[in-house]
């Protein structure tokens, strides 16, 4: 049979058994089955959903309606970020599955994933979770990558990233190249401290319309180095830049894309859309 008995349910809930069974014979909640020799037997997963009704109610009653209502429920942040601090990769596996069942792929990635990433970030004593949640969603956000459909655009995206390796900034980065990769774009993400002869190769070979500066590394020297390696090659390729990348502000400072993949894309393409007149100056970085 499976499921838990009642004290390590109890542990799990952080109450006594006699508590647990307390709740049970008042709301009939969590209700355990029970084995041939009469022993306790609580599924995990009214466990799971009773707790984290009580981390947002902190009243048993109110805990107990909202978990029934909920069942199992979709997947949560707060349940991804659960599998990253327990370093339990087949669990954060799962939970993205069940996601999918029920969103999008760039819902789960908005409204899990980067949430998930963004509370495992800044917590003293955590960077062993950190590094894992983030090597991990760099390899869920690779596979996913690489069965999206194939561009359908004409316009190329050249993402030019100044985050540094294993920080929540750097996946934000890899989450826009996914969004953009499956709206149709045709995509390449480098780093943004390539030397500029490298870029102008890939400048060439890509042919982008806009040039998208991404992460937090970037300074006012190191755009103005890619600009130049823009307009050494011929391209008229805009830059726009993610997330406040760009340490400038003002009425001739880069234009933003947008803090979350879902609305750059959506910027993205009204920037690119041939019949919109951009109503503000593109780019205005000192040479």
Not at 25 to 48: I, M, N, V
Not at 173 to 193: D, K, W
Request: with cysteine.
């Amino acid at each position: 049979m499976s499921g838990i008995r009642t004290n390590a349910a109890a542990e799990l809930l952080g109450v006594s058994p006699n508590t647990l069974r307390s709740w049970e014979r008042r709301f009939g909640y969590p209700e355990p089955r029970r084995t041939a020799g009469g022993h306790r037997h609580y599924e995990l997963s009214q466990l799971e959903t009773l707790r984290r009704a009580l981390q947002d109610t902190h009243n048993i009653s109110s805990a107990v309606e909202i978990a029934r209502q909920r069942g199992e429920g979709p997947s949560s942040d707060v349940r991804l970020l659960e599998a990253f601090d327990g370093f339990d990769e087949s669990a954060a596996d799962r939970l993205m599955e069940e996601s999918l069942a029920v969103r999008s792929v760039e819902r789960t990635v908005e409204d899990l994933l980067l949430p998930a990433i963004e509370q495992a970030s800044g917590r003293p004593g955590r960077e062993a979770e950190l590094e894992l949640a983030c090597r991990w969603a760099t390899g869920w956000l690779h596979a996913t990558r690489r069965v999206s459909p194939a561009a359908t655009r004409p316009e190329g995206v050249l993402l030019f990233d100044s985050s540094t390796l294993l920080e929540p900034e750097m996946i934000q980065v890899q989450a826009l190249e996914l969004a953009l990769r499956r709206a149709g774009f045709r995509v390449l993400l480098l780093s943004i401290a390539l030397a500029q002869e490298r870029m102008a190769r890939a400048i060439r070979a890509l042919d982008p319309s806009i040039l998208v500066v991404c992460g937090a590394g970037a300074t006012l020297d190191v755009v103005g180095r890619l600009v130049h390696s823009v307009r050494a090659v011929g391209s008229e390729a805009r830059v726009a830049e993610y997330r406040d990348a760009m340490p400038v502000s003002g009425p001739h400072a880069v234009p933003s894309l947008g803090s979350t993949p879902g609305e750059a894309t959506a910027t993205l393409k009204a920037l690119v859309d041939p019949r919109r007149v951009p109503e503000r100056p593109v780019m205005a970085v000192p040479a």
